[in-house]
C-alpha cells in the first residue's frame, strides 16, 4: 500500500472508532505516539474475546479460519475468497475489503439463502454500539459482492447455568438485526466519506465530551484531558448537573460553580470541599452505633468475575468468592480474634467459602460489611447453589449491617472524602496508620488479577507470595472495618474531628 492509501483505509475498529469521535480516529492515524499506555485490562479484555470467538465457533463447528496478518491484507481478502469459490461453508476472520474498508468478520456461514454474517461479543445483550460495527461489515461484504442473507450478533447468555462441558449452543444468545442493519446503508457511506475528509485535514478542534468515555474509553484522554485541573467540576460525584454543560461555559473549578445549581448532595461536596468543612450528626451515628451488637463479625470478600463460567452450576458474571476475610469480637473489649479463606488455585471455591462461613459465623453474630450490599449477594448466591447452607447462610444476611451507611448518607463527612464513601477513601482519612499504600495487592482488581495468576503459576514461591500478598491485602480490608468503628465509636461520643491523626 502507499502511504496515502494507508492513511485514508479505514477498518472496522477505526470506524468505530471514528464514530466515537474524529479527533480520536485522527490522532490514531497521525500522532499514535499521544495515546495513552494500554492499560493491563485492555489485553485481559482482548484474551476475554478471544476466548469467547473460539467458543462461539462450536455453533458453526467445522469451519476454515482465515489467520490474522497485519503485513498482507490482501492476501487474507484472496484466501477467503478462494475458499468460498471453493465451496467453504463456514468461515471464521473471514476478509474482505470494500471502499478501502477492510473487515474481518467473526462467522460467516452459506445458509439457505445466502451467506450469513455473525458477530460474537462477549456482553450480555446487544449494545447500541454494536450496530454500527455489523453495519459496516455488512457495507463491505455486499460491496465486495458477497449475497448477504442475514446480519446477527452472538452474544452470551447470561442466564446460562454451567453444567459439565460447556454448551455453545445454551452459553450463547443469537439476535438477528438484519433490518437494522440494512437500513444504515448511507449511513454508513456517509460517515466513511467524513472520516476520510477528517483524515485528509488538519487535527479535529473537537473538545472533550462525554465520548470519552461512552462507549469506551478514549486512548486519548491524556492528551486531551491534561489542561483539566484536580478541582474541577468533573469530580462532582452523583447525577446532578450536567458538568459538561459547565465546562462548555468556561466554568471548570469547583470553586467557580454557581452552588444553587448544583442538587443538594453535589451542593455538600463543592461547599465542604472549598470551605475544608466536615460535619457529623452525632445523633444519628448514635442511633446506628446502637444497632451493632455482639459476638460481631467483620466480613469481606475478594471474588472474580468471568464470562465464560470455570465451574459447575455458575453462570457467565456471575461474582465468585474466592477469599475472605473475617475478624471477630467475642464481646465489647475482647481480644480481636481472625478467620481468613484463600482457595487453593484452580479448584472450585464457592462450597468451601459456605461451608466455611457456616461453621466459624455463630447463629446470633452481628456480621458488619462495608458496602453490604455487594457481601449480601455473594451470600445469597451461595445460598442459592448450596441448599445444605442456605438457611444458614440466611440468617448471616438478615444479620448484616452495612458500615458504608455513616458515611454514604453522610451522617460522617469530611471535605477530604470528596463526595466518595469508599472504603479506600474512608480508611486512611479515618485511620491514617492503616492504609493500602505500598501493599502489592492494592485494590480488588489487582487482587483478582493475582488469583489469576497464582492459578497459572507453576512456581511454588511464586505461588506462596502471592497467597501472602493476598491474604494481607483481605485482612486489611476487615481490619480497616474494626478501627473504623472504633473511630465512630469514639466520635459519637467525645466529638472531634473525623480525620485520625496521623
Ligand atoms: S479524549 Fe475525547 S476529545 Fe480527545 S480524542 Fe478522545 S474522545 Fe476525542
Known sequence: MTQEREIFSLSKSRFIQGLQCHKALYLHTHNPELADPVP????????????????????????????????????????????????TEVLYEAAFSHDDVFVKTDILRLGRY????????????????????????????????????????VHINNQYVRN???????????????????????????????MRETLKGEIPSTDIGPYCTDPFDCDFQGHCWRDIPEDSVFTLR????????????????????????????????????????EFTDAEVLKSFLDRILYPLYFLDFE?????????DGTSPYQQV??????????????????????AEPNVDPKKDVAANLCREIPDNACVLAFNAPFEIRVLRELAGTFPRYKAKLERII??????????????????EMNGSYSQKVVLPLLVPELSYANMEVADGMMAMDAYFTMCES???????????????????????????????????????SIKGKE
Request: hydrophobic share 35%; charged share 25%.
Open 40 to 87: 493491563p485490562s485492555r489485553e485481559a479484555a482482548f484474551q476475554v474475546g478471544f476466548e469467547v470467538g473460539e467458543l462461539a465457533q462450536g455453533l458453526f463447528p467445522g469451519g476454515v479460519f482465515i489467520p490474522y496478518d497485519p503485513d498482507n491484507y490482501d492476501g487474507q481478502v484472496a484466501r477467503t475468497k478462494a475458499e468460498m469459490e471453493k465451496g
Open 114 to 153: 445466502g451467506w450469513e454474517l455473525y458477530e460474537v461479543k462477549s456482553s450480555g445483550s446487544v449494545k447500541d454500539y454494536h450496530v454500527p460495527d455489523l453495519a459496516v461489515q455488512y457495507y463491505v461484504l455486499r460491496g465486495a459482492g458477497v449475497a448477504v442473507s442475514r446480519v446477527c450478533l
Open 164 to 194: 459439565g462441558d460447556l454448551e455453545p449452543d445454551k452459553l450463547f444468545t443469537i439476535e438477528d438485526l438484519t433490518d437494522t442493519v440494512v437500513e444504515m446503508g448511507d449511513f454508513v457511506k456517509a460517515e466513511l466519506a467524513k
Open 238 to 277: 452523583d447525577r446532578g448537573v450536567d458538568k459538561f454543560a459547565l465546562y462548555r461555559n468556561g466554568i471548570v473549578r469547583l470553586k467557580d460553580v454557581p452552588l444553587d445549581t448544583l442538587n443538594s448532595r453535589q451542593r455538600q461536596q463543592a461547599e465542604f470541599f472549598l470551605g475544608k468543612k
Open 303 to 311: 471474588t472474580y468475575m468471568v464470562t465464560i463460567p470455570l465451574y
Open 321 to 342: 468468592p474466592y477469599q475472605y476475610s473475617l475478624h471477630y469480637l467475642e464481646h465489647e473489649g475482647t481480644v480481636l480474634g481472625h478467620y481468613e479463606f484463600l
Open 398 to 415: 438478615d444479620n448484616t449491617i452495612d458500615l458504608a451507611v455513616p458515611f454514604r448518607s453522610r451522617q460522617v463527612y469530611h471535605w
Open 458 to 496: 507453576k512456581d511454588p514461591q511464586e505461588i506462596a507470595e502471592i497467597r501472602s500478598n493476598l491474604l494481607k491485602y483481605c485482612a486489611l480490608d476487615t481490619l480497616g472495618m474494626v478501627r473504623i468503628l472504633e473511630r465512630l465509636q469514639e466520635i459519637a461520643k467525645n466529638g472531634g
